[in-house]
C-alpha cells in the first residue's frame, strides 16, 4: 500500500524502526508515551547498533531539551530559519512519542478559533441541535482526549486572538464546550509542538502569556560543512528511493552544491578570504536537498544517468530567483568571481553552464 502514496506520515515510513525501538526499551515510559524519552532520542538522532538511521542532523543537546520538553507541563516551540528541519522534527517527534503525527494544524492568516477548539457538522446541528455527533473536535480536541501531541504549524502566521486561544488549553488543559455543558479535560500525554519562522512576523510578537507557556528550542542553520553534506546527501539518497531511482551520488558533487549554499549564505568564501554578493532568498538546507534532487531527476530522464554540475545549475537558477530576479546577479558574480577560479570537474560544470543564468 505505502508505495502508491506519495508521502506516508512518519510512524509508518518508520514502523520498523520504531518497533525495534520498543523491543529494546527497558527505560521508564511518561504516561501516554509509547517509548521512553531515551528511545525518542535515539529515533530522531539515529543510532547504528539498533539500525536507526538519523532523522535530524545537528545538536544533541537541543533535541534533549526539545524531549523533555514534552515530559513537562510546558508546550515545545521549534524555531529557526525555513528549511531548518523544525516540521521535519516536529513530525517524528510525535511518531514517535504516540505514534501518530496527523493531528496538524497549518497556521495561516486565516485560522479560526474554531479550528482550534472545535466546530460543527451544520446540517447535524440543524437536525439534532449540539450533540456529540455533531460536534467536530479540531486534532487538538482530539489529542486532548487521545492523550498525544498535537502539533502546531507555523503558529506565528496566525493572528494574535487565535493563537491566544490556546492559553487557557495550556494552562488549563481543558476545553470548555458551553453548548453540550461540558469541560473536556486533556489525558496525560497530551502536549503541544509549535514551529514558527523567524523570518516570518516575529515570535516576538506572540503575546508574553503564550510565550510563557511554551519552551524555545531554536534549531540553527548548519554551519558546518560536513554536517550539512551528510543531511544534504542522505537526504536525496532518501528521496531517489521513495522514487525506486537509482544513481550514484559523487562526494565531489555533495560537497560542491553544499559549498556553494554555505557561500553565498554567509556572504564569503569558507576559507574566509573573499567576500561574495548574498541573495535575498533562504538558501537552506532544505532547498540544496530540493536542487540536488531535481538535479537526479533531470539526469534520469533526459540525461546518461550520471548527475552533474551542469543539472544541478539548472534547479539552483530557478531556487535563487524565487523571490527577487535580481538574486540572479549574485549568483552571476559569484560564478565569476569565485567559481571561475576553482579547480574541480563540478565547479567548471558550473561556471560552463552559466548560460541558464540567461534563461529566467
Ligand atoms: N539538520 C538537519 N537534519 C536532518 N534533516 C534536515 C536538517 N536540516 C534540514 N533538513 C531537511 O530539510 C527538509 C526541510 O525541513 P522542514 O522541516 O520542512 O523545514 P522547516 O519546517 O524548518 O521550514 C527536511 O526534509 C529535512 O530532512
Ligand atoms: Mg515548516
Same mark, same amino acid.
Given at each position: 500500500m505505502q508505495a502508491e502514496i506519495i508521502r506516508a506520515p512518519a510512524e509508518a515510513r518508520c514502523q520498523e524502526e520504531l518497533q525495534r525501538l520498543k523491543a529494546w526499551d527497558k527505560y521508564p515510559r511518561p $504516561?501516554?508515551?509509547? +517509548?521512553?524519552p531515551r528511545a525518542v532520542e535515539k529515533f530522531i538522532l539515529g543510532d547504528p547498533e539498533l539500525n536507526i538511521k538519523p532523522k535530524y542532523i545537528g545538536d544533541r543537546d537541543r533535541i534533549q531539551v526539545a524531549i523533555a520538553t514534552l515530559v513537562s507541563d510546558r508546550a515545545l516551540l521549534l524555531v529557526g530559519e525555513p528549511g531548518t528541519a523544525k516540521s521535519w522534527v516536529s513530525e517524528h517527534l510525535s511518531a514517535a512519542i504516540c505514534n501518530d503525527s496527523q493531528l496538524t494544524i497549518q497556521g495561516t492568516a486565516g485560522t479560526t478559533e474554531d479550528q482550534i477548539k472545535y466546530s460543527w457538522n451544520y446540517a447535524l446541528l440543524m437536525a439534532e441541535g449540539p450533540s456529540d455527533r455533531s460536534l467536530v473536535p479540531s486534532p487538538i480536541l482530539t489529542a486532548m482526549r487521545a492523550g498525544r501531541i498535537a502539533r502546531f504549524e507555523e +503558529? $506565528?502566521?496566525?493572528v494574535a486572538e487565535v493563537q491566544d486561544a490556546l492559553i487557557s488549553i495550556l494552562s488549563e488543559k481543558a476545553i470548555a464546550i458551553p453548548e453540550l455543558e461540558r469541560v473536556e479535560y486533556a489525558k496525560r500525554g497530551f502536549n503541544i509542538i509549535a514551529t514558527a519562522n523567524t523570518r516570518d512576523r516575529g515570535v516576538n510578537e506572540m503575546s508574553a502569556a503564550l510565550k510563557r507557556r511554551f519552551n524555545f528550542v531554536e534549531l540553527p542553520v548548519l554551519s558546518d560543512l560536513q554536517q550539512e553534506m551528510s543531511v544534504v546527501r542522505q537526504r536525496t539518497q532518501e528521496m531517489l528511493a521513495e522514487h525506486e531511482l537509482q544513481l550514484d551520488l559523487s562526494d565531489e558533487l555533495v560537497e560542491t552544491l553544499t559549498t556553494v549554499f554555505q557561500e553565498l549564505r554567509m556572504g564569503q568564501t569558507l576559507d574566509g578570504e573573499q567576500k561574495v554578493k548574498s541573495p535575498s532568498t533562504v538558501m537552506s538546507t532544505a532547498e540544496a536537498v530540493s536542487v540536488l534532487f531535481g538535479g537526479c531527476l533531470l539526469a534520469t530522464h533526459f540525461g546518461e544517468g550520471m548527475v552533474n554540475g551542469s543539472h544541478v545549475m539548472r534547479l539552483l537558477v530557478g531556487a535563487i530567483a524565487k523571490e527577487d530576479k535580481n538574486d540572479l546577479e549574485s549568483l552571476s558574480e559569484y560564478l565569476e568571481t569565485v567559481v571561475k577560479k576553482r579547480e574541480g570537474r563540478v565547479w567548471k560544470e558550473l561556471y560552463e553552464t552559466r548560460r541558464w543564468l540567461k534563461s529566467l
Open positions: $504516561t501516554g508515551w509509547q +517509548i521512553s +503558529i $506565528t502566521r496566525c
